[in-house]
């Protein structure tokens, strides 16, 4: 952002055509694996290729491991990391003692399922008014986020975590909503006949990297995602820093790409349609040697970019000290 903005925009247009050049190279080569150019009747043709069919559900290494009540499990990552400490009390003054616990895991679990404290009471020895008296005395948006910052930071600990990079040194996060009939009416349920029915519901975002949930918001069903992409990254307060982000078709728009890059991240969105995507904004034509060469459909407006640079810089900054939010 302190750069002058025709000397940015020189060297990014550079880049620009660097890989464009880079991705026609690619595309010649026989071991091409990831896109797949054809050519029939004179039209170019872009697709990805197909997926093997003969693909395992599970590897038989995880058929070894017996099964664990979810429970257990809890416990276990409580033993580990402590994160049932997290959990203060309300009004601050209570000491941090253990003797809520197992009602704790109660009341997450039985939210978690979407069952409530009420089905939770229902099939269980807790009765209702001590699982909502707890729930309301321990259970908010702060204590929620210090309990799952505290399990994620520890997992990233793990030797194991590294081994689910996709590439070396790189944290790959992607972003994807998920829609839930709500029971109750609030300032965010909304109709939406694809989703619900006759229902009203929200649709939860959440941010992975590495399979662990490193950030969450819900919003309306019928908000669009792609306003929401920059605010999960930049609300993130787990030791967990994402490097490039992926997200569906529902999360991708022309700001994204620039206001990511802005703040050190790469955007890489995965198109339901890559090949219309492509034919609609890049020119196939080849040179005098008959190879591959990509070229923008419409060029880029930089004098526009220099001449707002300002308006540029003052809403980066906004964003920065979070003064305000991308969905704003």
Known sequence: ??????????????????????????????????????????KRFWRLPSASKHH??????????????????????????????????????????????????????????????????????RTYDQLSTIQANYLRLETLNAANDNINNATAKLPIFRY????????????????FEARRETFKTRYSSKYFGTQKGVSAMTLIANHAAINARVIGANEHESHYIFDLLMSNTSDIIPDVLSTDTHGVNH??????????????????????????????????EHRIQLCLKKPINTHRIAQHWDTIQRIAVSLKQRKTTQAT
Do not use: W
Request: proline share 3%; with cysteine; glycine share 6%.
């Open 1 to 42: 952002l302190a750069e002058e903005p025709e000397k940015l925009i020189k060297q990014m247009a550079m880049e620009l055509d660097t890989r464009l050049y880079e991705v026609g190279e690619y595309l010649e080569q026989e071991d091409n694996r990831n896109i797949i150019l054809r050519n029939p009747q004179g």
């Open 56 to 125: 395992l559900v599970n590897n038989p290494f995880f058929q070894q491991i017996p099964t664990t009540g979810i429970a257990d499990v809890l416990r276990m990552v409580d033993r580990d990391t402590g994160f049932i400490d997290c959990f203060a009390h309300v009004l601050g003054s209570q000491s941090r003692s253990r003797s809520h616990e197992y009602d704790l895991l109660a009341i997450l679990v039985g939210n978690a399922t979407n069952q409530g404290i009420y089905g939770m009471a229902q099939i269980s020895d």
């Open 164 to 179: 689910y990079n996709i590439q070396e040194d790189v944290i790959h996060a992607s972003a994807d909503g998920q829609k």
């Open 255 to 288: 700001v994204n790409f620039a206001l990511l890059d802005l703040f050190g991240y790469q955007f890489a969105p995965r198109y339901a349609q890559v090949g219309k995507v492509i034919n609609d904004m890049f020119d196939v034509k080849e040179d005098k």
